[in-house]
């Protein structure tokens, strides 16, 4: 974009900037998310089994920023009701929370289903529920069983059809009353950032090989419980299944890098996106070209990306009722230089493309070390997905800043208030259909690898208070206002900045 078109459509972007186009379309959905391992605490309490992020946790200490752990976290498992009277006074549309697998299913298999397990979820959606509130429910959010870990985990291929018996009995308790779940959490983190980097649970590097078994059993997983659903839940319950990825939206640093990026966009989401979500299924073409010289390169036979058997491709192909987004941040990518050999999150395999991934100067950073701020990526990765896979429902299942403690939150609204703005405008400008939005999240909570210490929640907790005591920030306030008029507030709003090339 030239500096004459970047004036003009700044001003016309602006001469359109009225208080109509900051209100939300009718019956856009706005909700929170928290996720089992984050919040509930109980890590042993009544037959709950272990997980993989119990024992990554105790037995290394070290590896989270304060030392701590999950064992209490919100204590959400025994204040819960605390949890739903915030989401009443957010005004939630939606409640999106999680299912702790060991919890349900103590040995993982569904031999023995925990009576307690099965009662804390099924009081928490009929209570969300007696508020006119929806329970939005994801089924996997990291924490696996520690047995089914000590089989391999997600890189043993078995695992989706572990995966699959557990969602027949998540469905079966929990189907007449959940109309909006979410199969598996994040498989790029789960997979990628966790195998390339040996941090997360669990601490296994693996970056040539587990990654990608990882890739493949997790799309497996994802979509044998889909059409478990399909076939056997929507006859009765008529709901809507769908994963929830993570995007990292990437910009080329010079229009030299163009390609580059949109085989680094093919990487981040493309890989878990084009096998469902494409018209034809399977990995990414490009992908699977570049996976395939760069394992042979490294001595490999052939690609360490697992082939999809034709009939994997159809099994995996077109299991969705919706586009489930989770958007934080951002990144600039180059080609590398001769002998570079840097690799950056989220692309741990950044030399495998050739590229190089940085930071735009002017992009803030927060308080978690791999969040850039940049509202216009939000909008920009919405308008890729709506070309590569036409104009589905989506909704944002994941959005919010990281920040340090605090009441007075004023970041985290300029946050909120700039990406829901771009949102609007990927609505309203480029007929985008985005059909609900999640803050993530409803109350600070156990943020992974920082522990407590970085703090993301609408609510602070108070961990030295054995209540956990919750109270509002500003931006739980600015969420409720938001809720209420439908529309964002005009006056603090900044205009558009539309000058990226
Ligand atoms: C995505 C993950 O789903 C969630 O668990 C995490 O807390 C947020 N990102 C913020 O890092």
């Not at 649970?201 to 979509?223: D, T």
């Amino acid at each position: 974009m030239d500096w004459f078109q970047t004036v003009v459509l700044s001003t016309v972007l602006s001469a359109s900037w009225s208080a109509e186009d900051l209100t939300f379309p009718p019956g856009f959905m706005f909700g929170a998310a928290t996720a089992a391992y984050q919040v509930e605490g109980a890590w042993n309490v009544s037959d709950k089994g272990e997980s993989a992020w119990d024992r990554y946790t105790h037995e290394h200490p070290e590896k989270i920023k304060d030392h701590s752990n999950g064992d209490i976290a919100c204590d959400s498992y025994h204040l819960w009701r605390r949890d739903i009277e915030m989401a009443v006074e957010l005004g939630l549309h939606f409640y999106r929370f999680s299912i702790s697998w060991p919890r349900l299913l103590p040995s993982g298999y569904p031999n023995y289903i925990s009576e307690d397990g099965k009662n804390y979820y099924s009081n928490l959606i009929d209570g969300l529920l007696e508020k006119g509130i929806e329970p939005f429910v994801t089924m996997y959010h990291w924490d696996l069983p520690q047995s089914l870990q000590d089989l391999g985990g997600w890189t043993n291929p078995l695992v989706a059809d572990w995966f699959y018996d557990y969602a027949r009995v998540v469905f079966t308790l929990y189907g007449d009353r959940v109309k909006w779940w979410l199969t598996i959490n994040e498989p790029l983190v789960m997979c990628d950032f966790v195998y390339n980097n040996g941090i997360l649970a669990p601490p296994i590097m693996s970056p040539e090989l587990g990654a990608y078994l990882c890739s493949k059993n997790v799309l497996v997983a994802h979509a044998k419980a889909w059409r478990l659903y399909d076939e056997e839940f929507r006859p009765k319950y008529n709901g809507k299944v769908s994963v929830a990825n993570h995007h990292v939206w990437f910009d080329p640093l010079t229009p030299d890098d163009a390609e580059l990026a949109e085989l680094a966009r093919e990487d981040c989401v493309g890989k878990y996106t084009h096998p469902i979500f494409s018209t034809t299924g399977g990995w990414p073409p490009s992908i699977e070209k570049v996976m395939e010289e760069v394992s042979l390169k490294r001595g490999y036979k052939s690609s360490s990306l697992p082939a999809f058997t034709p009939e994997e491709i159809a099994l995996v192909r077109g299991t969705y009722d919706f586009y489930a987004m989770n958007h934080y941040t951002s990144r600039l990518i180059r080609k590398a230089k001769e002998g570079e050999t840097f690799t950056a999150w989220p692309l741990g395999d950044a030399v495998d493309l050739g590229g190089i991934v940085q930071r735009r100067a002017d992009w803030p950073l927060s308080t978690s070390f791999w969040f850039y701020v940049y509202p216009e990526g939000i909008r920009r990765q919405l308008v890729w997905l709506r070309k590569q896979y036409g104009n589905l429902e989506f909704v944002i299942t994941e959005n919010g800043l990281s920040t340090y403690a605090g009441l007075d939150d004023q970041d985290r609204i300029d946050y909120y208030k700039n990406y829901l703005r771009q949102i609007l405008l990927a609505i309203k400008e480029d007929g985008v259909n985005v059909t609900g939005y999640t803050a993530w999240t409803l109350m600070d909570n156990f943020e992974w690898m920082d522990g407590y210490a970085t703090k993301l929640g609408l609510y602070e907790v108070d961990y030295l208070d054995p209540q956990r005591k919750r109270t509002p920030r500003a931006s739980a306030r600015f969420y409720a206002d938001l809720i209420k008029k439908h529309a964002l507030d005009s006056v603090t709003v900044a205009p558009p900045n539309v000058t990226i090339v």
